[in-house]
Each structure stands twice: as C-alpha cells, then as structure tokens.
C-alpha cells in the first residue's frame, strides 16, 4: 500500500500520479483517503472555476454564476472521476488536480503574452539539463513557474547544508538531504506533470553522454556546478553535441553564453582558459579554485565587494560568497534568456550584466578630503655640483666610467625605483644625485629607503674600484633628508694590481646578490651563520637583533600582516603599491624598474588574488569595514618560513645614519647570497611607524593609527629593542633556493649625465 511505503522517505523524488478511471488506481486512491495520516487537498471545484473563466476570458461572472457553472460542469464530468489525484509521498498530502492538458493550461493562463500559446507549445517540447543546485536551484524553479521547457534533466550529488540557508529555498527541516531532491520535489509541488530526470550522482565522465542524449539530445545545458573539471567537461561535451551553454556567476549578474550548436568549434569559456588539462583541475583547493574562476570570469569583470570577498577565502571565509539576491537575479536572468534562445529568437554568445548597482546607485560615494601629492621636481643637478672637491688625479675613461656606473647600479632600491642620477664632471669627479622624482613614495619616508639604497650603490662602488686597483675617496655631503647631493666620489690614482680593503671579497658577490621572495621550509641558522651576520653591523657600530623562535615568528607575522595592511589602506600607499608593479614580463622589460611580479614568488591563487587589488575601491571597501584579513597570508607564509629575521637599528634617526646601514646591509645581502642564503626585505612596517609617529598629516584615520600604535607596541616588546635606538630596516634569512626571476636593471645612459 502507498500509505505504508518500503523505501526511505529520502528517496522518494517523484509524485506518484493516479487516474481515478483506473480500477488500481481509484483503489489507492480510496486507501489513501482512509488513512488519518494523509492529508487531503481536494479544491478541485476552484479549479474548474479557473479552467471555465479561461475558457471564457471576455466574460466576467458573478459568484453565483460561476458557482453555477462549476455545478454544471460537473454533471458533465462526475467530479470523483475526473481529473487526477496527486500522491506526494515525502508530504503526506493527496491532491485532486485537473488532467494534465487542462492544468497547464490554467497554471500558465497569466503568461500570455509574456509567452505567447504558440511559444508554450514550442517550449513543451524543450529539454533543458540543469548542473548544480544550488545556484541551478533558483533558475530550475523559475523555469518550472514559466514552464519554459517540457523535460528537466537535474545534476547534483551534494547534501544541504547549513552554509547553503544564505541562498537556497529550504529550511532547516532539509538539513542532510540531496539538494537535488529538494530542488525536484519543490518543481513536483509546482508542476507534478512536467517531466524530471534525476542524475543524482552529479556529473560524471561515465554519466554525461546519458545526461545529454538518452531519450532525446538536450537542447540547452546549464551549468552552475562548482567542479572546475566537470565545467570543463560539460563544454566540452556540449561542443560535440552542439548544444548551448549558459552559465550565472551570482556576481553583478554577469550571465554567460556560449552558442556552441550555432559555433560548434568556439573557445571554451571564450578562450580565457586557454589551453586546459581536465586533470589539472580535479581536487583543487578552495584557494586554487579562485585563481582559475578569476582567469574563467575576468578580474575586471568583477564587483568591488566580490575582489573583497575572493581575498578572503582561506583567512576569514572558507569558499566564494554567494547572495539570496544575486542567486534570485541569476535565476531570472537565465529563465528569460534560456526561453528566448529556446524559442528561437536571436541570442548571442558572450557575457551579459544585470548589475543592479549600476543600475540603481544607492552607495552613494563617501565624501573625503583627498590629501594632496604635490608631485616632487628635481633640483638643480649640475647647478647644484661642489665647487670645491680636488679634482680626479686618475680620470676614468668612458668604458671604465659605464662599467663603474653599471656595478653600482645593481645595488638593491626599495620597488626597485632605482633613485640615483651619477653626474660625471669636467675635473673626473663622479657625484650621487637623489632623483626625487622617481622615490616619491609612502615608503620612502623623508627619502630615507633611498638613502638605504645609496649606500647600497656606495659600497659596491668601493668594492668595484678596489678590484680595479683605482684608489677613491668618497666624500659625503647630506646632512638633511631634504638634500638632493649625496656624495662626490674622487679617483685618486690606479695601480696595476687590486687594493686590499675590508670585506673586499664580497665584490665577487654583487651581481648574484638579489632579492628572493621564495619560501621554502623553516631551516634554521647556524650560530656562526647568525654571529658571522651581526658582525657586519657591530663594525659599524650599528645594533641588530635577530628572532627565530616559531612562537616570535608567528607573532611578527600578525604584526608585518596587519602593517602591509595599513599599506594597502592608504590611499598613496595602494597607489604606490600599484604603480611599483610590473604586472606582466613585458611590463617589466620596458620599464626596467619597478617589482616584476613573477619575483614575488606567488602561487596562482595569490597572484591572483594580487591582482584584485588594482581595483581600488575593493580595498577602500576593506578600509571602510576594517577587513582585508586575506591580505596578510602572503606576509604570514613570509615570515613563518624564514630561518630568522632581523631587525637593523640606529643610534639615531640621520640621514648618515641611513646611509651607512645601506653599506652594512649590501655586506650581509652579498655574504648571505654567497652562502646561498636568502635575503628579503620587510620594510614597510618600518616606513609606516616612522611616518605616524613623526608627522601629523600622515593619511591614516584616528582608528588605524590606534592600530598602528598597537602593533608598534607589540614590535617593540618582541624584538626587545632599546628605546633610544630608531628602527632603520628588517629583513629575513632563509633557505628558498634560486629565485624564479631577477629584477631588470636601468640601462647607464639613463642614469648617468657626463660633463664635457
């Protein structure tokens, strides 16, 4: 008997559909009326009151009228006989409902003309496959209400969750059910005689043909599954049936089609993917699913809140966030297009938005004071050259001059901004110039990353002309950070062999030294190694101190997180941010400046995730909220891998005093890259505390400077430090092997202005 079913209440899918002119059937039907447990729906008289004002539109009948009409109807057609009783097993209901033809007609009367009879006829005759419920539950049902096709095929092998009541129609009470049954039964409640095939083990390689063609080819797929592979395989196969394909991505309403029965050889996903291997794209995490969904959607293509949101999964939110309202509006979105196409009216492939905050502007825009750049213009360089250096004794020819330029520019430079203009004079004196106009940045605070660098450069000119036997005196002249001259250096006299000077084999490391972002295992440094490294700075008489225990580690990360933050926050630090990167190789190559970012060592989802942030209203967004936690994991990997890392001070916060860790830390950077260590710097930190502390107008609101203090309080606790020493410049150690890429270098004649 029905009443008493022999399968689990989770398997039933299907009404079961009983004709009370059949002998077995009028059987259960009576059955199933006798059992208390089963509700009884019998408004089959509303019905038929329904079914005769359609059949006379033009008229409008009075209660009595209709009342009587509905009486007569029945003498015609016994009222116990007639029509269907619907079994809902999962409901415990029983409901009388008028025969098929008759029902469709009534349930679709107020689509017309929206949908004209003559397109209903057409459209009953539809297959449309549908993959992935829980986005694909919003546009099967919207298709069921329309009646936009005559058969549904449904695909889904996943369960409710809980994390799914943000944007699927079902309650608690579902918990632990196929999402495909609830999605079927929902549609049988709708429409017990629109036909349903189930595919409840989702999508397979064994299973697709059947999916597309048993008991007919499909004549639309639409694919709103999470599986990377099986989006991949649903194209591929709908190329070989030439069957359409659309797509809903919940985010601005972008909807997406690909026509392949009209261009059976078109570029899966527009050719955005490019070449793809299916088993590439089996068990990929959540975070490497992002990168590839940003290459299949377009970054740019992408809402603020949605490049927030995506920077987020793996720290704050485990998978992509999804909205009720954006899956509704994708469910519209694709009922009216699908019915379109499915009729035959003119639909193109390509990619569609339905952006409603576009459409209607409610965020108004917050009304800020922007700080004013004034953009930095050089000095006066060659009117600005001493009048009283003792000119050269040794002059240096032309190719003695580039080759000494050259080595000295591959000193390292904060973005690689490459500050330095050389001015060679008329008495063969070469001068250091501060080219402002190419450092003007949030970390370069009062110039002092510059002076870093210079000092740099400084020190391989020293080591260079040592190994060339050319005897120099460098002369310093800044004494204020504002100063544009640096220093003067004179040659001397040249020997015919090499001058022995201090720490003069580190000249053979200077063209390996490099930054390296790559991370690799924690491996720990020696003693020597750690005491070989404080004695570069204890010459100078500079204190350092260095952390490495996992516990430190792990709270400098949450502080060098929160900083980068900051950075990013600030609206001249996300610009500088976006300006000092060379996206792409041939980004890179022209400008010879700048981070390529295939040196920031990134996976492809944090590559990808870095390019959201040249959106920069997706980091205003963080700003405004106080988030952005997904842009510390970078500098979280950073810190957690590195076998120490070391904080470099100053007794004093000078120019000279800058100055001169740019020699120590060119005298680590080298040693350790000949040991085949590892250097990073981490500065930014360093930059931002400074600046916040020392000036007013420094850009931060109230709440991130509180921020900012506590981080600094918290910096100052870890390393220890004492409080009369200035923090001058952090940097890691560690064993990440050779680097991907090298940063470019400008050319000398860009650098260089010679005096005739």
């Given amino acids: 008997m029905l009443t008493t079913p022999s399968y689990s209440l989770s398997d039933q899918v299907y009404p079961v559909i009983l004709n009370p002119r059949n002998r077995d059937d009028q059987e259960k039907i009576v059955d199933l009326k006798n059992n208390p447990q089963i509700q009884v729906i019998n408004q089959i008289n509303s019905q038929v009151g329904d079914l005769i004002k359609s059949r006379h539109p033009a008229k409008t009948f009075s209660k009595e009228e209709l009342k009587a009409e509905i009486e007569n109807f029945f003498e015609e057609n016994p009222k116990e006989s007639y029509g269907n009783w619907v079994y809902y097993p999962w409901k415990y209901a029983l409901v009388h409902l008028l025969p098929e033809e008759e029902f469709i007609r009534v349930r679709t009367l107020r689509n017309n003309y929206k949908i004209t009879p003559q397109e209903q006829k057409e459209l009953a005759k539809k297959k449309v496959g549908i993959v992935g419920l829980s986005v694909g539950q919003s546009i099967a049902l919207a298709m069921a209400l329309e009646r936009s096709c005559g058969e549904m095929r449904l695909a889904d092998f996943?369960?409710?969750?809980?994390?799914?009541l943000n944007r699927l129609k079902a309650g608690v009470t579902s918990l632990g059910v196929e999402k495909i049954v609830i999605a079927a039964r929902e549609i049988a409640e709708i429409d017990p005689y629109l036909k349903l095939t189930l595919f409840r083990d989702g999508i397979t390689e064994e299973n697709i043909d059947s999916f597309f063609s048993e008991q007919g080819e499909l004549d639309l797929i639409i694919d709103e599954c999470d599986s990377l592979d099986i989006k991949i395989l649903l194209r591929k196969t709908a190329q070989k049936y030439q069957i359409p394909l659309m797509m809903d991505t919940s985010d601005r309403g972008m909807l997406d089609i690909e026509r392949f029965d009209?261009?059976?050889?078109?570029?899966?996903f527009h050719g955005y993917l490019g070449d793809i291997n299916l088993d590439t794209l089996k068990n990929l995490t959540n975070k490497q699913k992002?990168?590839?969904?940003?290459?299949?959607?377009g970054v740019d293509t992408l809402s603020p809140r949605m490049k927030a949101s995506l920077l987020e999964v793996g720290q704050t939110i485990s998978s992509w966030p999804q909205l009720a309202s954006a899956v509704f509006l994708g469910g519209a979105s694709v009922a009216h297009v699908a019915r379109k196409l499915l009729v035959g009216e003119p639909v193109d492939s390509g990619r569609f938005f339905v952006d409603l905050d576009e459409i209607i502007k409610l965020d108004l825009p917050e009304i800020q004071e922007e700080r004013e750049v004034v953009p930095v213009k050089n000095g006066d360089f060659l009117g600005s050259i001493p009048k009283n250096i003792i000119p050269s004794g040794y002059v240096l020819n032309k190719?003695?001059?580039?080759?000494?330029?050259?080595?000295?520019?591959?000193?390292?430079?904060g973005g690689n901004i490459q500050p330095w203009i050389w001015v060679f004079d008329q008495n063969g004196v070469l001068h250091l110039f501060h080219d402002k106009e190419r450092s003007h940045s949030m970390l370069d605070y009062k110039g002092t990353g510059?002076?870093?660098?210079?000092?740099?450069?400084?020190?391989?000119?020293?080591?260079?002309?040592?190994?060339?036997?050319?005897?120099?005196?460098?002369?310093?002249?800044?004494?204020?950070?504002?100063?544009?001259?640096?220093?003067s250096i004179r040659f001397i006299v040249k020997h015919n062999q090499k001058i022995k000077v201090h720490n003069g084999e580190l000249v053979d490391g200077v063209a390996i030294r490099c930054t390296n972002r790559k991370n690799a295992s924690k491996v720990d440094l020696t003693p020597e190694q750690i005491q070989l490294f404080h004695g570069y700075?204890?010459?100078?008489?500079?204190?350092?101190?260095?952390?490495?225990?996992?516990?430190?580690?792990?709270?400098?990360?949450?502080?060098?997180?929160?900083?980068?933050?900051m950075r990013l926050f600030h609206d001249q630090g996300l610009k500088d941010f976006i300006n000092e990167v060379r996206w792409n190789d041939k980004e890179a190559r022209e400008s010879r400046d700048g981070i390529d970012i295939a040196t920031l060592e990134l996976s492809g989802a944090e590559r990808a995730a870095m390019g959201l942030l040249k959106d920069p209203r997706t980091v205003r967004f963080f700003r405004k909220f106080l988030m952005g936690y997904g842009l510390t994991k970078i500098s979280h990997d950073t810190i957690m891998s590195s076998s120490a890392m070391f904080l470099l001070q100053g007794k004093e916060f000078t120019p000279q005093e800058y100055l001169k860790a740019g020699k120590v830390l060119q005298r680590i950077w080298i040693k350790a890259n000949m040991m085949?260590?590892?250097?990073?710097?981490?500065?930014?930190?360093?930059?931002?505390?400074?600046?916040?502390?020392?000036e007013k107008d420094h850009g931060f609101t109230k709440e991130e400077v509180t921020m900012i203090k506590k981080y600094k309080a918290e910096f100052n606790t870890l390393f220890n430090r004492e409080k009369s020493n200035e923090e001058l410049f952090m940097f890691r150690l560690n064993f990440g092997g050779e680097p991907s890429m090298r940063s470019y270098r400008r050319e000398v004649e860009d650098t260089l202005i010679t005096i005739n």
Avoid: W, Y
């Fill in 450 to 487: 510059s002076l870093i660098a210079f000092g740099a450069a400084l020190e391989n000119i020293r080591l260079h002309c040592a190994k060339s036997g050319i005897e120099i005196e460098i002369i310093e002249h800044i004494q204020d950070f504002e100063e544009d001259l640096i220093a």
């Fill in 676 to 694: 085949e260590i590892s250097f990073q710097p981490v500065t930014a930190a360093m930059f931002i505390f400074h600046q916040t502390l020392r």
């Fill in 158 to 164: 996943d369960h409710l969750e809980l994390s799914n």
């Fill in 399 to 413: 190719e003695e001059l580039n080759g000494l330029v050259e080595f000295a520019n591959l000193a390292p430079s």
């Fill in 290 to 297: 992002v990168a590839i969904g940003l290459k299949m959607t």
């Fill in 537 to 565: 700075a204890l010459a100078e008489d500079m204190p350092m101190e260095h952390i490495s225990a996992k516990s430190d580690l792990e709270k400098l990360s949450g502080i060098i997180g929160g900083m980068d933050r």
């Fill in 262 to 268: 009209l261009e059976p050889e078109r570029p899966i």
